[in-house]
Structures are given as structure tokens and as C-alpha cells.
């Protein structure tokens, strides 16, 4: 059976108050050791001497009433996934359909060891309904603005995403910001390469894993003065941008 008191421990990161952290932590190691979300079951399992309808009635109180912290969910998170400094941030989006209904998320994540561990989320919504399609600067500068207002940006050592994260002004919040990053660039991106050459930055691209060439840029019609320099590498066939500050 889970380790009890670990999980206190863990929980007390939250800022909840006593009864609610012993409570979720007895929760969790039901959950765990029954492998299931049906609450007739938990509550056979529930750590508690009081009687299984009574710890079914609490866990459906708990579930109708309480509204979830996600600041302190993701210092949590933090926390149990021991991922130590300086971080790898690696920003993504999935969409999925239910029904006609578009579930589109965009995900936060710190990346250690080739796993991802969720730290915040968005919903992308249009007129109150998900929407399809990629996500725009703003919605992403709000999830980063959580983030830095939970951690700071003195943890992160940079932050990666792919092709669709490329745009001028949110890369010039990224700069502004002191977020260092690596974004995978659309091969058609026209660059400078330190010859004063203009190319396409898939003709960066070399057979030798890590190869670096430093160039000047321009995204969506921005003026590359208004940019900066970057590094465009190539890493198994894909090219990557580096910002450097």
C-alpha cells in the first residue's frame, strides 16, 4: 500500500488546510491501490475507521464542492516530480473531438529524463466553445505569465516548442521576458547565415547531429532589427531555432 504520511508530506506544499490534505491523501491511496475511479469501490479501500458510506459520502461531498487550486496543484506537481533546476520547458497543444465539441488544450510541461510532467494547462475557446486550431500569442503569453508569476523565470533554463509556436511578437516577448528558447522552424523560413547569405533554413540543416550555424531572421513580416541574432541547428533532421540574448 502507498506510504501515507509520504503523501502528506507531499500535499502540505499546497497551502490546503489540515483536514483537506489528510483527506486527499487518504483519497490518493485509494485511488492507487484500487486502480479505479468508481467510488463504491474507493470507499472499501478508503484508510479510515469510519464505515464505507461514510467514506463514500465524503469523497462525493469532497468531489461536488471542491474547487481545485491549480497554483497549488502545479507546486505540487513540482515538488513529487523532483525535477531539479534549471528546467526544460517544453510548451505543446493537443485537440481532440467529443462529439462536435473541440477539446483543445494547451500544456505546460517540464521535461526531465524524456518524461513530460504537466505543470499548467489552458483550454482554447472561442465565443465560450473550444475552438480548433493552433493557439495565438496572447493565450500563450497568459500560460507563461502563470508560470512566471508561480516560479519565476530564474529556474527555467530554456524553453522548446514546435513549428507552430513561431511568431514575431511572441518571441519578442520571450526575449523581453529573459526566457531563453529552442523552437523548431519551418523549413521555408527565409534566414541570414554569417555570410550575409539569405537561405532557407532547411538548407541549415547538416548530416552532423548538433551542427550550429548563426544567423539573422525574420518571422511573419517582423523586422529583423527588431529581433535578434539566434543560432539555427540541425538535430536528427529536424532544425531548431536558439534564441540568444
Known amino acids: 500500500m502507498p506510504d501515507l504520511n509520504c503523501i ?37 479501500l478508503f484508510p479510515s475507521e469510519a464505515e464505507n458510506a461514510s467514506c463514500y459520502k465524503r469523497m462525493q461531498r469532497f468531489l461536488r464542492a471542491f474547487d481545485l487550486d491549480f497554483a497549488g496543484l502545479s507546486r505540487l506537481l513540482v515538488k513529487i ?13 493537443t485537440n481532440w473531438k467529443l462529439g462536435r465539441a473541440h477539446l483543445n488544450v494547451l ?19 472561442r465565443e465560450g466553445r473550444g475552438k480548433a ?6 493565450e500563450r503569453i497568459a500560460l507563461l505569465e502563470r508560470f512566471l508569476d508561480l516560479f519565476g523565470a530564474e529556474p527555467v533554463s530554456f524553453l ?10 511572441w518571441l519578442r516577448w520571450l526575449k523581453e521576458t529573459g526566457i531563453s528558447f529552442r523552437l523548431r522552424l519551418k523549413g521555408d523560413v527565409l534566414v541570414t547565415n554569417g555570410r550575409g547569405e539569405q537561405v ?12 550550429f550555424e548563426t544567423v539573422r531572421f525574420s518571422v511573419s513580416g517582423h523586422s529583423v532589427s527588431d529581433l535578434y541574432w539566434a543560432t539555427v541547428c540541425s538535430y536528427r533532421g529536424r532544425v531548431l531555432m536558439t534564441g540568444t540574448f
Not at 81 to 93: E, K, N, Q
Not at 107 to 121: D, S
Request: glycine share 6%; aromatic share 8%; net charge positive.
Open 200 to 211: 532557407c533554413a532547411c538548407s541549415c540543416k547538416h548530416e552532423r547531429i548538433g551542427y
Open 81 to 93: 516530480s523532483g525535477v531539479p533546476t534549471p528546467w526544460v520547458l517544453a510548451l505543446d497543444r
Open 8 to 44: 502528506e508530506s507531499a500535499l502540505a506544499c499546497t497551502g490546503w488546510n489540515r483536514a483537506r490534505v489528510r483527506f486527499l491523501a487518504r483519497f490518493v491511496v485509494a485511488l492507487l491501490t484500487a486502480q479505479t475511479v468508481c467510488l463504491t469501490q474507493l470507499a472499501v
Open 107 to 125: 500544456m505546460l510541461c517540464v521535461v526531465h529524463e524524456g518524461i513530460a510532467f504537466p505543470l499548467l494547462w489552458t483550454l482554447l475557446e
Open 133 to 138: 486550431g493552433n493557439s495565438n500569442t496572447k
Open 160 to 169: 522548446c516548442a514546435d513549428r507552430e509556436f513561431v511568431s514575431g511578437e
